[in-house]
Each structure stands twice: as C-alpha cells, then as structure tokens.
C-alpha cells in the first residue's frame, strides 16, 4: 500500500474529503448568514417593529455553528480507519455539540425577546414595575431551561434523573409554601402590569382600607400611595388584589364633587334651588359645559334635602373644593 508520511494514500484522500466537507460547510454556513443578513435582515427593517430583527439576531449564530456540527458529523463518517469502538464516542460528541447549540440558541432567543420588550414596550409605560419584572422573568426562565436541559444530558449518558426531579420538586414545593405571601404579591403585580387598573400619578381610593392618595410607584411586591396628609402607605400588592380599588384619574381627571343641604318645608323649593345652582356656577373653578345640578333627594325631619352637584376638572382638588362648596352655599 502507498503510503506518504507513514501514512497510506487511502487515508489521505479520506482526509482531505473530510476537510473539503468543513470547508464547504464554512462557505455555505457564510453564505446562509449573508442571505439572512441581505434578504431576511432588509425585510425585516422594513417592518415597524424590531422583533424580527432581534429574532434574526438570535438565530444567525446558532445557525452557522449547527451548519458547520452536521459537516463534522458527515466528515468524521468518511474517516474509515477511526477504530470501530470510537463511533459511540463520536456519536456522544455530536449529541453534546447540538445540545449546546441547542441551549445558545434558546438563551439568546429569550435574551433577545425580553431586550426587545425592554427597549420597545416599557419605554412606553409610566410603571417601574415591568423594569423590576424582566430581570425576575429572565432568571426563571434560564433556570427553568437550565434544568431541563442538564435533565436532558444526564438521561442522554443513562444517569437516572427521578430522584433528582423527585428532590426538585419537594423543594419547589417547600420553597412555594414558605414564600406563599410573596409569590402572591408577584402574581398580583404581573396581573398589575399586564391589567393596568391604575398608574403611577393616579388618584386611587382603596374602599376595605380606608385609604387614598396618590400612587407613587408600582412594585414588584408592593405599591406606594402618598396620602394627602403626606404619610406613605405600603401597600402589598396581593392586599390590592384582594380589595376594590377606585380609580379617580381614570377615564380622565373629571370629577363630580356633590353635598347635601336642607331647605326648610316653609321655603319655595324652586326658588332655593335656583339660588344654590346659580352661587355655584358663579365659582371660577366650576366646569362651564357641564350640568350644575341641585336635585330633590328626600324628605328630612325638619328640612327637604337638597343634592347640589357640579363638575370639576381635577380629581386631586375634590376635597379643597369641597369646603368652597359649602362656603359659597352658606353665603347665598
């Protein structure tokens, strides 16, 4: 048999098959990238958002590497004098090398997609609570992936893994069970962001607590209303999510601000009721366009009571102009 460096001519021509395969594949894997970058990249900038273009971002990489796997694969199958009991070990190879692929590809894929949603939705928002929530989503996705994916290795080379998911899941459990308190408070400020009954700079009223201002800032755990006597209140978000919650600032800051007076049975009723809609439509804080209203609302022991409404532009001023109410219908 010829033979060059010590080597026969068979094995040569072998080899140099091989190599020309991992070439070939590191041509084609380039060319699959500038046609990513040329075709899919240009229509992809041509569409409104950036999730494509972050999912492309994804993909390249693991794409090119995964070419370049199935090439070695291939080439390593026309190397015939590699010893026969080197083929389980050479298939083992191959599994680790797209396992890992695998993985690079799912990390930068969820990497990718919460960057984008960083980057593109809550810029949009007011709320600091979907920044708090990203980073916390992140993790437990990678550590959910992670898991799965050393289960899947470990099954892959015949180590028994029920023990391992069975400790896994008593620990979830227990850690579910201690924390319960928290995880609630999570779940409800996921609910928060995704439901958005109310926004930082909102005027809300927790009716069961007896509480009301305006929110501060909107946590992962809890949120922060400043009353109107300046004192914060910490409220877990699970005891929001328990509660009704009235928002003051929603659908806009319009606010109808009512009081009750009596007018004696010996007085014309018309005539008074006239009085109060005309002193309160006089102040210079009333809404011009809208109804100023004083309406029959019962018969009391002593007096009719009166309903005198009107409407007001800003929430926030309820209380304040409440007492100017009163005032101006005292005078009149």
Known sequence: ????????????????????????????????????????????????????????????????????????????????????????????????????????????????????????????????LDEEVLPFIRRVIVALVGAVAIIVLLSHFGVDVTALITSLGIASLAIALAARTTLSDWITGFVIIFDRPFKIGDRVELLDLKTWGDV???????????????????????????????????????????????????????HARQVMVDAVRAQDWVMKDERVEALFHEFGESAIIVRVRCWIEECVESRRIMDTVGACLYDA
């Open 1 to 128: 048999m010829v033979e060059f460096l010590g080597i026969p001519i068979d094995y040569w021509k072998e080899i140099a098959i091989a190599v020309a395969i991992l070439v070939g594949a590191a041509i084609l894997g380039r060319l699959v990238l500038l046609l990513i970058d040329r075709v899919f990249g240009r229509l992809a900038r041509r569409t409104p958002t950036t999730f494509d273009d972050a999912m492309l971002d994804a993909v390249r990489t693991p794409l090119f590497w995964a070419i370049m796997v199935l090439a070695l694969t291939i080439a390593l199958n026309q190397l015939s004098f590699l010893p026969a009991d080197w083929r389980e070990e050479r298939a083992d190879l191959v599994f680790v090398l797209y396992w890992l692929l695998a993985w690079v590809l799912i990390h930068k894929l969820v990497s990718n997609l919460l960057n984008w949603y960083a980057l593109e939705i809550t810029r949009r928002t007011e709320s600091t």
């Open 216 to 270: 501060l800032d909107i946590g992962l755990q809890s949120t922060r209303v400043r009353t109107r006597d300046n004192r914060m209140v910490v409220v877990p978000n699970s005891i929001i999510g328990e509660n009704i919650v009235v928002n003051l600032s929603d659908p806009s800051t319009m606010y109808r601000v009512q009081t009750h007076v009596g007018v004696g049975y010996e007085t014309v009723v018309a």
